[in-house]
């Protein structure tokens, strides 16, 4: 069975004070794994996907990594824009569903 | 709109009555996608359409779930005799064509919170 587990369950920064969210994930055959950013009373919306290890993507203040076991979300100089949960998701083989970790809820204060 | 349409926005409903719930996904988007997300929790897979085939329900929890798409857009899905258990947010999403390998981007709606009480 497909599991990702996300860390902290939670994040408080400062203004400017970069960090990491990590999301370790266990999958036969990983197809792709994505982040996603959900406000309070909306649906996700997309910001990466990573296909193999080694790759990275980056917008904006936001930089996905990928391993053979688990993905980074690195934030530089976040704002209080930047607060919101982060979803961190993947699918293997031929497979189009998608399994979500938890989420991480990443405060940034001003 | 340009997004995925979701109504109603909030439903409550008493412990037993049926609850119908609808999704209107970006036009042309070919695939349809019905997740479940519990208060805390990322959001859980329930059913998946092509077009008008649901190829997938394998996330459903239950009987009393069911989901159509008839026409290969709008898709509404139903709950019947709702359970306390049932409450959670329901998420549409769609996506276009597999035309590349960038085809598992989903277009969320704002979804449907449902309440039993």
């Known amino acids: 069975e497909d599991q990702v587990t996300q860390s902290p369950e939670a994040l408080r920064l400062q203004e400017g004070e970069s960090s990491s969210l990590n999301c370790s994930y266990t999958?036969?055959?990983?197809?792709?794994l994505f982040w996603y950013r959900q406000d309070p009373g909306k649906g996700p919306e997309f910001l990466f996907t990573?296909?193999?290890a080694g790759e990275e993507k980056e917008k904006e203040r936001l930089k996905a990594t990928l391993t053979k076991k688990e993905s980074f979300l690195h934030i530089t100089a976040p704002k209080p824009e930047d607060s919101a949960t982060y979803l961190c998701?993947?699918?293997?083989?031929?497979?189009?569903?998608?399994?979500f970790g938890k989420g991480t809820l990443l405060t940034v204060n001003p | 709109g340009a997004g995925v349409s979701q109504s109603p926005r909030y439903k409550v409903a008493k412990r037993g009555q049926d609850v119908a719930l609808r999704c209107d996904p970006i036009?042309?988007?070919?695939?349809l996608f019905w997740y479940q997300q519990a208060l805390g929790q990322g959001p859980e897979f329930l059913t998946y359409f092509q077009n008008e085939a649901q190829l997938d329900k394998s996330g459903l929890p239950s009987d009393r779930f069911f989901a159509e798409r008839p026409e290969g857009s709008v898709s509404t899905l139903k709950i019947q005799r709702t359970q306390q258990e049932d409450s959670a947010v329901y998420l549409c999403?769609?996506?276009?064509?597999?035309?590349?390998?960038?085809?598992?981007?989903?277009?969320f709606g704002s979804g449907t919170q449902l309440s039993v009480l």
């Open positions: 999958v036969s055959g990983l197809r792709g």
């Open positions: 036009s042309g988007h070919v695939s």
């Open positions: 990573l296909y193999s």
């Open positions: 999403a769609s996506s276009p064509p597999y035309a590349d390998r960038g085809g598992e981007k989903l277009f």
């Open positions: 998701a993947v699918s293997r083989g031929s497979n189009y569903k998608l399994t």
